[in-house]
């Protein structure tokens, strides 16, 4: 039998672990809901069940002569060596945006070769490469 002394405080406790499973479970919920997904064109168009929905980001290269510019938007090809999609993005670009470089757009799956952003994340030197970019371009080589 437990004493006076002790049954309370196991009645604290086990509260007090409840009440952390319920805050541990919350937080992980509301950080599920802001997950923004990594694809590249070769994932997007491999996938069966594609969020075109939810916001996602492409990455790979922006293929050579492929950037048009007109009045409201900028277009162009994300390619990963492998399998391309077409970005259209309305907004100023990152200075270090060019062909050939690195780039990941963060927007919505309109369809399977058509990604509207509305994001471009392009922060880095000439030589850097986001990793996740680096290791698909590395996978499309071999």
């Keep these: 039998m437990l004493s006076k002394k002790?049954?309370?405080?196991?009645?604290?406790?086990?509260?007090?672990?409840?009440?952390?499973?319920a805050v541990v479970y919350g937080v992980l919920k509301s950080l599920e809901e802001n997950v923004v997904y990594f694809f590249s064109p070769t994932?997007?168009?491999n996938k069966e069940d594609i969020p075109f929905n939810k916001k996602i980001r492409?990455?790979?290269?922006?293929?050579?002569?492929?950037?048009?510019?007109?009045?409201?938007?900028?277009?162009f090809v994300v390619t990963d060596l492998n399998n391309e999609i077409?970005?259209?993005?309305?907004?100023?670009?990152?200075?270090l945006f060019s062909e050939g470089k690195g780039v990941v757009a963060e927007g919505?799956?309109?369809?399977?070769?058509?990604?509207?952003a509305d994001k471009i994340l392009a922060k880095h030197d000439e030589?850097?490469?986001?990793?996740?970019?680096?290791k698909i371009l590395k996978k499309t080589k071999e």
């Design 127 to 134: 030589n850097y490469m986001p990793p996740e970019v680096s």
């Design 58 to 75: 492409v990455g790979g290269l922006v293929k050579e002569g492929s950037i048009t510019n007109d009045q409201t938007s900028v277009n």
């Design 6 to 21: 002790v049954r309370p405080r196991i009645v604290i406790l086990t509260f007090l672990l409840m009440l952390a499973i």
């Design 43 to 45: 994932e997007l168009y």
């Design 86 to 95: 077409i970005v259209s993005y309305k907004g100023s670009l990152p200075n």
């Design 108 to 116: 919505k799956l309109k369809d399977k070769k058509y990604f509207i």
